[in-house]
């Protein structure tokens, strides 16, 4: 008697517990917790009337049989649809990544750019100096090109900023006087998987295909007979190669 209280009362609690450490480990929406309580508590109820001779074994055995017959049964199909099933998978979530607009960052000492694949729009935020957290947006031409004197000691910088001033104040240069400088060569030796993921924007799952196809969309938007950079296309490049050259079949 004692014991079967002690279960009524232990049950839901271990039932609460389960579900909180698993909802914490997978982040888990209100909705999925609840279902998820109902089904630790319906089967901590079996376990329980089982071990008390309540239910017989069979009770749980019997659809785990049925269960694993069924499975073996149709495991050469399933083997087969699993191509077919990863392959959509894929797509669906590249299509999904594409439809909440798809965008690459490329970070250096002075900058956070942002490339968006869809438009081809770039902005970013300051990180250093005296314009720092600031949204290049929001800068005038002046505080833009106070922002590139301040990182004229960091060519990635600069020649980011450029780009940008490129693109969005085409006659910058003419009206100061500026003219291009030396555009500096994307190092592969300083390319990290994490980095090139990050300029292609794309995600630690990506295949061949979704870095094949981020780099050309990318590549439309950015490529210099586009109005683009010759930094910036040889950023993308760089990236595209390493992580096909990294990529593991």
């Given amino acids: 008697m004692i014991f079967r209280l002690l279960a009524l009362i232990l049950l839901p609690i271990l039932a609460y517990y389960i579900v909180r450490t698993v909802g914490q480990r997978f982040a888990l929406t209100s909705r999925q917790n609840k279902l998820l309580f109902v089904v630790v508590v319906f089967v901590l109820v079996i ?3 089982v071990v008390l001779g309540r239910l017989p074994i069979q009770f749980i055995l ?4 049925v269960a694993a017959t069924f499975l073996l049964r149709m495991l050469p ?3 087969r ?3 077919m099933w990863q392959m959509l998978k894929s797509r669906t979530s590249f299509g999904a990544s594409r439809s909440q607009g798809q965008a690459s960052t490329i970070r250096t000492e002075f900058l956070a750019m942002e490339l968006d694949h ?3 729009n770039m902005d970013g935020r300051v990180l250093k100096g005296g314009y720092a957290q600031k949204k290049l947006s929001s800068l005038s031409l002046e505080e833009l090109l106070n922002v590139l004197h301040e990182c004229s000691s960091d060519s990635d910088s600069s020649q980011v900023l450029q780009a940008y001033l490129d693109r969005n104040h085409p ?3 003419e009206q100061t006087g500026v003219e291009a400088g030396p555009q500096a060569v994307a190092d592969d030796s300083v390319m990290t998987r994490a980095l090139a993921l990050e300029i292609l924007g794309l995600s630690e799952a990506a295949g061949k295909s979704e870095i094949v196809k ?3 969309q990318l590549m439309q938007k950015m490529h ?3 109005g683009g950079s010759d930094y910036l296309a040889k950023k993308i490049n760089t990236a595209k190669d390493y992580l096909l050259k990294n990529h593991s079949d």
């Fill in 47 to 49: 376990s329980t009337l």
């Fill in 62 to 65: 019997a659809p785990i049989g």
């Fill in 77 to 79: 199909t399933l083997l």
């Fill in 81 to 83: 649809l699993l191509p």
């Fill in 118 to 120: 869809d438009t081809g």
């Fill in 171 to 173: 006659s910058w240069r």
């Fill in 214 to 216: 981020a780099h050309r």
């Fill in 224 to 226: 210099p007979d586009r």
